[in-house]
């Protein structure tokens, strides 16, 4: 994820402090039994894991399988460039009967090329294939460009209104003129409405988009580490100590996802992750077990 990256000189001059509550979030009484955390990353398609995630001779037709094998969740990044309905059969027949589930990024064609203008048959054919995923959809979420800003408030309201209420779906947004008081309370409240949610994203140079507003009861994050950089731990650390609070506050369901420019790097934080929330926030999520090269 290169959006709002830093580089290693960069770095020491960011506060990664996490932002208190936002005043618009919504609380629910809460309900232990339904809080669960998905971690993930946001590709299966790695080689260079292969004999410390994926096993010694794991050939590639196989990497999701492998995958599965390791993970609950996944960032399906894929289907922003291609919505092909034969690969999402065999994804979903690939994790049929597991805990696993996949949180598909809508088709470029809506966001970027039509940019929310005239997307009806766009919208329904998405979620008709996505569909095909039955137990295994999560979350869905939609990346707005970073050059669509709230002049456009009126076309994302009318494309929210084309989702059904409560459908699974989290809305990424990048212009920061999104995140102005005002602008921001509307289109909160729209998504408070419809039991959609905003991603949260936690990125060194763009600390706005680390909202901390909760418009339903479930939470979708996207982590972007550097390097495996001290601060990304301590940054870890930080959320779980966070997450902790949201579960108080009815959070039923949360996505974690993991993103290095090093994808070796990924799992190392991934797996550090997965052993903080089992060992602090009373979760069972494998371990990633990896192994050295």
């Known amino acids: 994820m290169k959006f709002g990256h830093a580089t290693a000189e960069e770095i020491g001059d960011v506060s990664f402090s996490l932002p208190q509550e936002h005043p618009l979030s919504i609380s629910h009484k809460p309900n232990p039994d ?22 010694e001779g794991t050939k590639q037709k196989n990497f999701l399988e492998a995958y599965i094998a390791h993970f609950n969740s996944i ?68 990346t707005l460009p970073p050059n669509f800003g709230p002049k456009h408030e009126e076309r994302v309201n009318s494309f929210l209104d084309l989702i059904p209420d409560g459908y699974p779906f989290q809305i990424e947004f990048r212009h920061k003129d999104w995140f102005e008081e005002a602008v921001f ?49 301590e940054r870890l650390d930080k959320w779980v100590s966070r997450l902790a609070d949201w579960r108080q506050l009815g959070v039923h369901q949360v996505f974690f996802f993991m993103h290095q420019a090093n994808e070796e790097h990924t799992i190392v934080l991934c797996d550090y992750f997965i052993k903080q929330v089992n060992a602090k926030l009373d979760q069972q999520i494998k371990p990633l077990n990896l192994s050295k090269k």
């Open 75 to 142: 960032e399906l990044n894929g289907t922003f460039y291609r919505l092909s309905r034969t690969s999402i059969d065999k994804w979903a027949s690939a994790a049929e009967g597991a805990d696993f589930l996949f949180c598909p990024k809508w088709s470029q064609r809506i966001s970027h090329f039509k940019r929310l203008n005239e997307v009806e048959e766009n919208v329904q054919y998405f979620m008709d294939s996505m569909a095909l995923l039955g137990e295994n959809l999560g979350a869905t979420f939609l």
């Open 185 to 233: 309370a509307r289109v909160m409240e729209k998504l408070r409405d419809k039991r959609f949610g905003a991603v949260i994203t936690d990125v060194a140079l763009r600390r706005d988009v680390l909202h901390m507003c909760r418009t339903s009861q479930t939470v979708f994050i996207r982590f972007n580490g550097y390097g495996l950089d001290e601060s990304d731990y």
């Open 34 to 55: 339904k809080f669960s955390i998905r971690v993930g990353c946001g590709k299966w398609g790695i080689p260079t894991w292969i004999g410390t995630l994926y096993p």
